[in-house]
């Protein structure tokens, strides 16, 4: 979910759900022993509870930026072992690791030990074409002796080479009851499953069988479910005042507060709000609008007017 998950889509699903756990894009360490720390780890206070991704592979960095993710104020440690991506790979991060327990499980120690966050770890249930149960409980083993309590386990391999990231989403077989096995072999540990859930029904029927259930591109394309979450999953009364229409005003409230204090293009935090009309008429002429760069210079109320009228139009 890089470039996808920053902190204004994280404020926008915020405004959706007050109780789904909500994670950062993967922030390299890198990027934080050397780089623009605020730019990377600076969130919003409204988005809590929030867990800081983190991808490396070196035990010290990750204690590092471990302790700035605490001192920035996340709520959890993630680490991604992953994703599958060749530029994750020559980093030496990502789904790769799990070639490595050992290793795994030192970074996993290096950031326990100087933190008093949870540190979770994010994988696969394997990678390249070895589809051995064996391979992946050994790896949630070893790592989870080293204090590591909580898994978020991406039902497919991942192939390492001949497959791009999205092929990698889309070509190996999800295979659920590698996770739920994982579950019943572990049951002290916190298991959650990710891949391929597009419904409530399908949330609800892992659910049965595992402790979480992680969305990412569903909840990203079609982001009106989460509005739902908090009532099905969660034990919340229905909010009978939250509509799409309530949601988008607060959004362009939003982005009229990042423009002024931060001088933020409204349409680079409109993109991740696009999908909230799918399916209902005039999606696509609302879409245009907010999308449409030629109207950068309007303030976001007047975006919205624009947006609404074309609602109207094509109605």
Not at 299 to 312: G, I, Y
Request: overall charge negative; charged content about 25%; hydrophobic content about 40%.
């Amino acid at each position: 979910m890089m470039d996808w998950t920053d902190r204004h889509c994280r404020y926008f699903h915020r405004l959706l759900s007050r109780h789904a756990l909500l994670y950062t894009e993967m922030v390299t360490t890198g990027a934080l022993v050397h780089g623009d720390v605020p730019r990377h780890l600076d969130f919003n206070a409204e988005e809590h509870p929030v867990a800081l991704q983190l991808g490396g592979s070196d035990a010290g960095e990750l204690a590092h930026s471990a302790k700035l993710g605490q001192q920035w104020g996340y709520g959890e440690i993630n680490l991604n072992c992953g994703c599958p991506s060749e530029r994750v790979q020559r980093g030496s991060f990502g789904a790769c690791l799990m070639a490595e327990p050992a290793l795994v499980a030192d970074c996993v120690k290096a950031m326990v030990d100087v933190v008093d966050l949870p540190v979770t770890v994010k994988h696969r249930i394997g990678i390249d074409k070895d589809e051995s149960y064996g391979f992946v409980r050994d790896f949630v083993g070893t790592v989870a002796e080293a204090g590591c309590e909580t898994f978020i386990v991406h039902a497919r391999n991942a192939w390492l080479k001949g497959l791009s990231p999205k092929e990698n989403r889309e070509v190996p077989p999800l295979r659920y009851e590698l996770v739920h096995r994982l579950k019943q072999e572990f049951p002290r540990l916190a298991i959650s499953v990710n891949g391929g859930i597009t419904t409530s029904a399908q949330v609800g029927e892992q659910l049965a069988a595992v402790d979480g259930v992680m969305l990412g591109r569903e909840a990203y394309h079609n982001p009106w479910w989460l509005a739902s979450w908090d009532s099905a999953f969660f034990g919340a009364p229905v909010d009978e005042g939250k509509t799409r229409e309530s949601v988008e005003l607060q959004m362009t409230e939003y982005m009229a507060r990042e423009a002024d204090q931060h001088g933020t293009s409204w349409s680079h935090i409109a993109r991740h709000m696009l999908g909230l009309r799918n399916g209902l008429p005039g999606a696509r002429r609302w879409r245009q609008v907010w999308s449409d760069h030629k109207l950068k210079g309007l303030h976001p109320r007047d975006v919205m007017a624009l947006a609404h009228d074309a609602v109207a139009k094509a109605a």
